[in-house]
């Protein structure tokens, strides 16, 4: 069956051309980042485990859940934690499995969920113990009967989307998000650490770019206990500070400022210090979704989707396999056709229909002068159409975490 594919001009200027744009990374230790990681290797995990023990995946979706803010007591050179952060995994999975015999095996869906949490956190914080700083908790029940139904049809060669949904791509980065980007991609590198272990991973990267201006906002979690006092914490926002620029310069002709950690008030000792190296222990809570979009950026000068990525099942969830799809298409437009400099993909689904029938797949294009529309638009059409044809060669590569997705 043809695909409803529609391939127009973009409406809007090039976002190098327009006068003001606003992005935000946050980055691996930020609780949002943090819980957005948690839920989503639960779900990966509960895959592999249908795969494992049953040759197959049933419906899951863990794709909500909870992080509230601990408290703690914190100074130069240490701290201590006053009460642990907590952290709660919830959703809907397939809690037993009836064989054809008709036993019943139990699928170990709260030591899976726990011990995602904690491998989670321990392989992102280096400062950070999950037993000692962590409550762990998990609410997931079994799924409702519709979606359920809905799932189980995921046996047909396309399974049936799960929601209606839209996912939204775009490529390529402008200058302004390929620095937030490696601002933090930077920050959080194992070389940085190395030489900076006083950073911790909680890196929140603000970029605004006002004509040929771009300023950073940076807030970087600093780790009280190897930071003796004032003078050494002002020489790491000055480290901090240098290396952002001298990277960002790289990346672009534009004058570039950058500012970090502006809440701090010398003159009455505060500063951002922590314990564990996330505001999680003390200043911030979290909810899945509220985080990077797929693309690893939140972006309010492009089109977005509100639905988040993590947690939901990679088989037949439109919410995050069109996300992929769309980026995935958007970055092959760029890279195959010559005569397009912006592209825009959006997806939507409609529950219970094949995910590779959406409802509409749409292309906005900024095209340079001189192109030929009919050629670029056909071209466009086929590789959007390609695309979403391979939709089932997805669940593999997000299952094994080959492919970002926050």
């Not at 912006?342 to 590779?356: C, F, N, W």
Request: proline content about 4%.
């Amino acid at each position: 069956m043809p695909r409803n594919i529609q391939v127009e001009k973009a409406s809007v200027p090039p976002i190098e051309k327009q006068p003001l744009e606003i992005v935000e990374r946050k980055g691996v230790g930020h609780p949002d980042t943090l819980l957005d990681a948690i839920v989503e290797e639960t779900g990966r995990n509960l895959c592999r485990y249908y795969k494992s023990q049953f040759g197959r995946i049933f419906h899951m979706n863990v794709d909500k859940g909870a992080l509230a803010g601990g408290r703690a007591r914190v100074e130069f050179g240490g701290g201590e934690m006053l009460e642990p952060i907590y952290i709660c995994v919830v959703g809907r999975a397939t809690t037993e499995v009836l064989d054809k015999d008709g036993t019943i095996t139990y699928v170990p869906y709260g030591k899976i969920a726990l011990d995602s949490i904690k491998h989670t956190l321990k392989d992102t914080l280096r400062n950070l113990d999950p037993l000692q700083h962590v409550l762990m908790d998990y609410r997931i029940k079994s799924g409702s009967a519709d979606l359920t139904t809905v799932f189980d049809g995921a046996g047909e060669a396309i399974p049936r989307a799960n929601d209606t949904s839209f996912g939204v791509g775009f490529a390529p980065l402008s200058e302004t998000e390929q620095i937030v980007f490696q601002t933090e991609k930077l920050l959080n590198s194992d070389k940085f650490k190395r030489k900076h272990p006083e950073v911790g991973e909680d890196i929140k990267v603000m970029g605004l770019r006002t004509d040929n201006k771009i300023q950073l906002t940076v807030a970087a979690a600093i780790i009280a206990k190897y930071t003796q006092d004032k003078d050494h914490y002002a020489g790491v926002i000055t480290d901090i500070k240098n290396a952002t620029i001298d990277q960002a310069v790289k990346l672009t002709d534009r004058e570039v400022l950058a500012e970090i950690n502006t809440a701090d008030r010398p003159r009455e000792n505060l500063f951002y210090l922590t314990i564990t190296g996330t505001s999680a222990e003390m200043g911030d809570d979290a909810g899945v979704g509220r985080g990077n979009r797929g693309n690893g950026l939140i972006t309010p000068c492009r089109p977005m989707s509100l639905e988040a990525t993590a947690g939901k099942n990679p088989v037949n969830h439109s919410g995050k396999l069109y996300n992929v799809l769309a980026q995935r298409a958007a970055e092959r437009i760029i890279k195959e056709e010559a005569g397009v400099s912006e592209a825009y993909v959006k997806i939507l689904s409609r529950i219970g229909h094949p995910l590779d029938q959406p409802l509409v797949a749409s292309a906005e294009l900024v095209v340079a002068d001189g192109a030929s529309w009919k050629s670029v638009r056909d071209n466009v059409a086929a590789i959007v159409d390609a695309e979403i044809a391979s939709v089932s060669t997805l669940q593999d590569l997000i299952i094994d975490g080959k492919i970002p997705l926050f």
